[in-house]
Structure formats: structure tokens, C-alpha cells
């Protein structure tokens, strides 16, 4: 069974940096790759990133680019998230999910296998 589990969540001033790890255990060669969503509160899921394994191609959501980047070490079934110039308003639930058959995967319906979340708090 294919468990993604995220860490490194926490609080952060506007301004700071936070990374996230998201270590995918029993990973298949069906995968394309990884994402990442991020839920606040009285909100929808949405998505975040999204790399490919073996490409290593990625794709942002526009409200992160040029602050997000998100990376892989295939070794270790390991991504991350790093998060600079945090905002208020990047506040969230962040989760991982894996799974994915093609690149980009933006839906989370197209993503089988999701962890539980890591909260990221960004004050003011």
C-alpha cells in the first residue's frame, strides 16, 4: 500500500521559509510522480505543485510561483516543498498525494494515495 507521510510543518512569520518532506512508502513504477495541495480552513483543496519522478519536471500554481519550489530525491521516495517569502495567506493544511498517472496532475481526484497533512501557519 502506497502511504505518503508529510513533516515540517509548524509557524512561520511573513517573510520566513518552511520546507516540507513528504516520504512516499511502497511506491509503485505507476506513478508519474508527486503533489501537493493545501487546504484552509472554509476552503477547497487546492493544488500547489506537482513533480515528476522521472522527468523531474514541475508545475506551480501561479499564486506560489517565484516563492515555491518543489524537488525530489528518487533514492529516498522523497519530495519537498520549500516555501520562501511566506504569506498570510499561504496559511493551510499542506498534503502530500501521490499515485498520479500522467504529467501535470492538478485534480486531486487524480491522486490516489494522500497523507494527512501538515499545518503551516503564517502570521503577520
Known amino acids: 500500500q502506497v502511504q505518503p507521510v508529510e513533516s515540517g510543518g509548524g509557524h512561520v512569520q511573513a517573510g520566513g521559509s518552511m520546507r516540507l518532506s513528504c516520504v512516499v512508502s511502497?511506491?509503485?513504477?505507476?506513478?508519474?510522480?508527486l503533489g501537493w495541495f493545501r487546504q484552509a480552513p472554509g476552503k477547497e483543496r487546492e493544488f500547489v505543485a506537482t513533480i515528476s519522478w522521472t522527468s523531474g519536471r514541475t508545475k506551480l500554481a501561479d499564486s506560489v510561483k517565484g516563492r515555491f519550489t518543489i524537488s525530489s530525491d528518487n533514492a529516498k521516495n522523497t519530495g519537498y516543498l520549500q516555501m520562501d517569502s511566506l504569506k498570510p495567506e499561504d496559511t493551510a493544511v499542506y498534503y502530500c498525494?501521490?499515485?498520479?498517472?500522467?504529467?501535470?496532475?492538478?485534480?486531486?481526484?487524480?491522486?490516489?494515495?494522500w497523507g494527512q497533512g501538515t499545518q503551516v501557519t503564517v502570521s503577520a
Open positions: 511502497g511506491r509503485t513504477r505507476s506513478s508519474n510522480g
Open positions: 498525494a501521490t499515485g498520479n498517472r500522467y504529467f501535470p496532475s492538478l485534480r486531486t481526484d487524480e491522486y490516489p494515495s
